[in-house]
T-cell receptor, first 113, second 115 residues
Framework: GENVEQHPSTLSVQEGDSAVIKCTYS??????FPWYKQELGKRPQLIID?????GEKKDQRIAVTLNKTAKHFSLHITETQPEDSAVYFC????????????FGGGTRLMVKP | GAVVSQHPSRVICKSGTSVKIECRSL??????MFWYRQFPKQSLMLMAT?????????EQGVEKDKFLINHASLTLSTLTVTSAHPEDSSFYIC???????????FGQGTRLTVV
């Protein structure tokens, strides 16, 4: 089955700096890679996703890159703000095999004002 | 939109009783829904995949007779924790797969406390 590793587990940045979170996956059949943001006690919210037919996707201050050959993908947050503080989860799945997401271990991002 | 509603958000029950948690997709149909358990400061652990009109698929180590899942319609899946014990206390969260958007959206979660 799929295995997703996520690093770092915690990340502290100064407001305005960039944050990068990296994930690797094991199943070469995986073709859908979403990122979720979870604030304390709340539901994970889909913030951006990427499919295997593209290498990069951007939405305002957040971007995701995908390297299929190396089987890794990354989340980039620029100009971080205190409200970006949360736990971020990456995930991977094969859309052709049931859409069951395998999650990384999570990254606790702290943005210091 | 892609709104998933989960109820109740919190429940306290006595040991030995059963608790039912509902997961509804409010503005889309979901052939597939997923049930997770999340321990404090940990990732989401998939418990089972719920498919409309068929039996749920449980992950290894998850007791299907203890965690009963029913997906009777394209907008509703239920998880019943039977004969709950204190070790079942946890945050249970569902997600629904949106076939058109091709993404998963989460309910707000249920914090279960068994006393």
């Amino acid at each position: 089955g799929e295995n997703v590793e996520q690093h770092p587990s915690t990340l502290s940045v100064q407001e305005g700096d960039s944050a990068v979170i990296k994930c690797t996956y094991s199943d070469s059949a995986s073709n859908y890679f979403p990122w979720y943001k979870q604030e304390l006690g709340k539901r994970p919210q889909l913030i951006i996703d990427i499919r295997s037919n593209v290498g990069e996707k951007k939405d305002q201050r957040i971007a995701v890159t995908l390297n299929k050959t190396a089987k890794h993908f990354s989340l980039h947050i620029t100009e971080t703000q205190p409200e970006d503080s949360a736990v971020y989860f990456c995930a991977a799945t094969d859309n052709n095999a049931g859409n069951m997401l395998t999650f990384g271990g999570g990254t606790r991002l702290m943005v210091k004002p | 939109g892609a709104v998933v509603s989960q109820h109740p958000s919190r429940v306290i029950c006595k040991s030995g009783t059963s608790v039912k948690i509902e997961c509804r997709s409010l503005d889309f149909q979901a052939t597939t829904m997923f049930w997770y358990r999340q321990f404090p400061k940990q990732s989401l652990m998939l418990m089972a995949t719920s498919n409309e009109g068929s039996k749920a698929t449980y992950e290894q180590g998850v007791e299907k007779d203890k965690f009963l899942i029913n997906h009777a319609s394209l907008t509703l899946s239920t998880l019943t924790v039977t004969s709950a014990h204190p070790e079942d206390s946890s945050f249970y969260i569902c997600s629904a797969w949106h076939d058109l958007v091709r993404g998963a959206f989460f309910g707000q979660g249920t914090r279960l406390t068994v006393v």
